[in-house]
C-alpha cells in the first residue's frame, strides 16, 4: 500500500536527516524550498517514520551509520544522498541545532554539483572494520617490541634496528647476559615477546579477513 500522502508530504523535494545515537531530526523541504515539516524520531522507528513518506531524496551527512541507514532507505524506494560535512556547513542557518542542521543537510543535498559520498555494502564496511583493527593491534605490536627494547637498553644492552634482529638476538642475550638481567626482568621480558607472538598472529591477515572462519 502506497503512503498517503498530506498537505505536508505531497509536493516534498528533499528531506534532510540529521542522524543522532539515539534520535534522527528530519526536516522536510517542498519544492518551493519551504519547509514541509519537521519530525524527530527514535533510531529504532525511523524505519517506520520513512514507510510512512512517499519516496524522496534524503540527505545525511557522513558518519558512522550514515552507509547502514543509506542502504535501508534504498530498500524503502528512496533515494539517499551521503554528503560531507564540508558540503554542509555553508547551509547552516542561525544558531547550530539538530533542525537547523537537518535542514542545512536537505538544501546541500538538492546541490546539483554535489560530490556525495559513495555508499558501502556490507562487506565494504566489514573490510574498512578489519582494516581498522589491524592497524591497532601493529601499533599495540610495536609499542611491546618498543617497550622490549628499553628495558633491554635500562640493563646496558642494546640491539640494532629492526624486529626481526630483536627477534633472532632475544633468547642468546637472555641466556648469555642472566648474571646480569634478575630472574624478575628476564620473566617480564619474555611476557612481552608472548604478547608479541599473539599479536604477531592477530595482525595476519588472513586471521582478520572477513571471510575468515571463526
Known amino acids: ?3 498517503k500522502k498530506d498537505f505536508s508530504t505531497a ?3 528533499v528531506i534532510g536527516v540529521d542522524i543522532g545515537k539515539e534520535v534522527f531530526h528530519l526536516v522536510g523541504l517542498a519544492v518551493d524550498g519551504k519547509i514541509a515539516f519537521r519530525k524527530k524520531v527514535r533510531r529504532l522507528g525511523f524505519e517506520d517514520a520513512f514507510e510512512k513518506l512517499p519516496p524522496s531524496i534524503v540527505g545525511m551527512e557522513a ?3 550514515a552507509h547502514f541507514v543509506s542502504r535501508v532507505l534504498r530498500r524503502l524506494g528512496h533515494e539517499p544522498r551521503i554528503i560531507p560535512a564540508i558540503y554542509v556547513r555553508p547551509f547552516v542557518k542561525g544558531q ?4 537547523n542542521d537537518a535542514e542545512a543537510i536537505a538544501e546541500a543535498a ?3 554539483n554535489l560530490r556525495a559520498v559513495q555508499e558501502k555494502s556490507q562487506d565494504q564496511l566489514d573490510l574498512q572494520a578489519c582494516h581498522r583493527v589491524r592497524s591497532r593491534l601493529v601499533s599495540r605490536r610495536t609499542a611491546t617490541i618498543n617497550q622490549i627494547r628499553a628495558f633491554l637498553i635500562e640493563q646496558g644492552i642494546t640491539v640494532r634496528s629492526g624486529a626481526r634482529a630483536l627477534r633472532n638476538s632475544l633468547f642468546a642475550i637472555l641466556e648469555n647476559r642472566r648474571d646480569e638481567i634478575s ?4 620473566r617480564l621480558i619474555l611476557g612481552l615477546y608472548e ?3 599473539q599479536l604477531d598472529h592477530k595482525c595476519d591477515r588472513r586471521a582478520l579477513s572477513p571471510n575468515a572462519s571463526a
Open 195 to 197: 604478547d608479541w607472538c
Open 63 to 65: 558518519c558512522l551509520s
Open 96 to 99: 547550530k541545532n539538530d533542525y
Open 183 to 186: 630472574p624478575r626482568m628476564t
Open 11 to 13: 509536493s516534498l523535494a
Open 110 to 112: 538538492l546541490r546539483p
Open 1 to 3: 500500500m502506497k503512503p
